[in-house]
C-alpha cells in the first residue's frame, strides 16, 4: 500500500483558519509530558520510615490504579502522535476510514475517562490520607503525602489536555461523515 507524499509549495501561506491539526498535535504532547512529569514525581516519592519501612506509592491501591492509568496514556497518545503530525504537515487525515475516526474517537472518550478517574482516585487519596493522625513518623508521612499533590496536579493538567483531544477527535468524526 503505497501513501502519496503532501506536495509543499514554500512560497505559499498555510491557511490560516485551520489550527485544527496543530491544536491536536499540542494537545496529545501536552498530555504526554503531563503523564511523563507526573510518573517521575510519582516514582521517586520514598519515605523510609523509622522502622526501615520504605513508604512508595505501591503501598496504596489507589496510587498503583493511577500510574497503571499514566502507562495506558502515555501509550494511546503515543501511538497517535504520528497521525497528528501528519495531519499538521499535509492538512488531511492518515487514514480516513471511519473505522478508524471511530476508534479513535471511543479511544479519546475511554483514556479521558480513565485519566479523570485516576485523577479523582489519587486525589481523594491523598486528601484522606492527609487528615489520618499518625502516632509514628507523622513528618515523614506527611511529607510523602505533601509530595503526592505534585503527580496529582500533572495528571489533573493531562486530563484537561485529554479533554481537548477527546472535544477534537469528536469533531473529526463529524467531519469525517
Known sequence: MEFEMPQYNFNEKPPSSSKLPLIILVARLITIVCIVVSIIVLRSNKVTLDNRVKLEYDYYNSYRYMFAVMVAGIIYNTLYIPFAVYYLIAKKHL??????????????????????TAAGASLGATVDLQKVVYTENNSKIDDFLGL???????????????GISSVLSSLSLHKSE
Do not use: C, R
Open 95 to 116: 487514514i480516513k476510514h471511519k473505522s478508524f475516526h471511530n476508534f479513535q474517537f471511543y479511544g479519546d472518550k475511554i483514556t479521558f475517562g480513565i485519566i479523570a
Open 148 to 162: 503526592m499533590y505534585i503527580p496529582n496536579a500533572f495528571l489533573v493538567a493531562a486530563f484537561v489536555s485529554s
